[in-house]
């Protein structure tokens, strides 16, 4: 058991926000990779080189927080794996950082928007999150906070390279921005493969909700650049930023093209799926994914009122197997964890509406 | 558009009674085939003939009405298509009688516990309804009313084979007993298959709810003994009671099981059905037999509050395709049917919960 503030609450504090386009895009995320000049890349490394890193970096975000505001150490060794996979479910860290990494550390801002990974496949990954389509947003607080540690940790840097990566898909600006995005209407309409084919085309990357290698659930998709070499990163976020906005604009058509063609099915489908959640014992997490995809949808078409786009946000991390294990504070398996799911969907989404 | 007393409610009054074992039987049935002495049966009588048969009943009925108390004769060519087959829907006529009779009638007590159809395959057929397991009683009351009209009706009768019919199989006694059943939990064993081939072992017939090659919906079963000939009238109900009874015991074991090994999947469909019933907007009528019968099972297991039973055996009838013609008074295809039925489902779920 822990007392971390991050096994609080489902959702981040940053997340209670509303950014624009938030009907679509859930939240956008900007990455900084970097790595000590000094050290090897955390794959290469010992566990004496490793600890050195972890506590340069820690000791650098203590000397940084006047600039930063308050920030959380926390190590990964002291957490249990719940709490570990807890962290994952509330994307403040990778499966990697979890599972893989040695003298693995997060060092989390209060209202988790910055979460600066140490040890990962980078010395430090610097991460920012905010709500809606933010990308811009995210990636100039990434940066601010990039300068403000380059003072206090001497980065690896190439003139001709740019910052050195562990993998060489990093090399560069060491720059991945990307969008959570909840495309129901492409995916109902038989369009997204069209879509996300030509995403990939102009250099960016679809991928499931928890990263690399993981699927797509409840219609929501995460998109980023592939391409940090050779490229501003201005050129990064505006070329994110420009398609990502085309594929809002495709989503939003779509939609309309539903309401207008076969509206009274797709409210079907949208109330069943309420009534469903609202009442079932029993729900796996794939049917729970696409379902509150379906009421997303449908409080975004306005046909059902006061449910708080954030209550959703909400379930969607504390549906997750370990979060669930959390918070009810019990081993579970399988047939106990979708019992418990189903529970706690209907009670939030009842309580709601009172 | 008619004015006529039966279309006003889905319910006959009588239904709104409950019987014995009413959780598993929903109604009881007598009927009891009569013809006049003087006339040829309806399949080969003149129009002429058939008109003289229905005044000849109708006229019976007026004087019987002191005994019987007030009947009200309704003339089927006097009907719109639609009150037809929402007398079929009640179950107050035959689909034979609204389809396929000359000079059809229906003599109709106040409460509509009592119909004597005129001119269907026999001359008269006195019908008794009781909710419940009441067989005995709608037996007793058809007998009487039978009685009562004999002083009015020279009925075709022979010493040695007893009341004469138009069909072989009801001569004798031309009476037929049998019961609407409710028996989710047989079917979802899949035991129903084992139990309705031992039904018709012993000489009953099982039927869907709309009588003759109607398909069982909504796993409610119409069970009716076959012979008519060399029992007593006794002994068929007796015969039907018994069996029937047995096969209550049958399906409230196959609850007691389901319940004790499957509670929470069983939970689980039946609080779906009645998430679904509350929210959906499209509903066809075999998915609405099928919700019903899982939300009456969940109110049998006290799993739904505050939901009489009579307001399920209402939705059963009034999601009827005629029925909702009648209510929403417009003509509808298919899918405008299937959106009323949903709607009105919705509606009087939702009411009787406030």
Known sequence: MSDFAFTENALSTWMRGEGRDSDIVISSRVRIARNLRSLPFPLVASEEQAEQVRQTVIGAAEQASEALGPLQPVRLDELSEVDRQVLVEKHLVSPA?????????????????????VNEEDHLRIQCLYPGFQVKEAWERATSVDDVLEAYIDYAFDDRRGYLTSCPTNVGTGLRASVMI??????????????????SQVGLTVRGIYGEGSEAQGNLFQISNQITLGQSEKEIVDNLEGIVGQIIEYERQARSRLV?????????????????????????GKEAAQRLSD??????????DGLPMTLLN????????NFLQKTFGATMNTS???????????????????
Do not use: C, F
């Open 295 to 304: 009421v997303r949808l449908g409080v975004d078409l306005g046909w059902i």
């Open 182 to 199: 909840h495309l129901p209407a492409l995916v109902m309409t038989h369009q997204i493969g069209r879509v996300l084919n030509a995403v």
């Open 336 to 354: 106990e964890k979708d019992m418990y799911r189903a529970q706690l969907i209907r009670d939030k989404l009842v309580k709601s509406k009172e």
């Open 260 to 284: 207008s063609e076969s509206k009274i099915r797709l409210y079907d489908r949208v109330m069943r799926s309420y009534g469903i959640l609202t009442h079932a014992a029993i729900m796996d």
């Open 314 to 321: 909400e379930l969607t991390i504390l549906t997750q197997p």
């Open 97 to 117: 950082l979890a599972n893989e990494s040695q003298e693995a550390a997060v060092v989390l801002s209060a209202d988790e928007s910055l979460s600066i990974m």
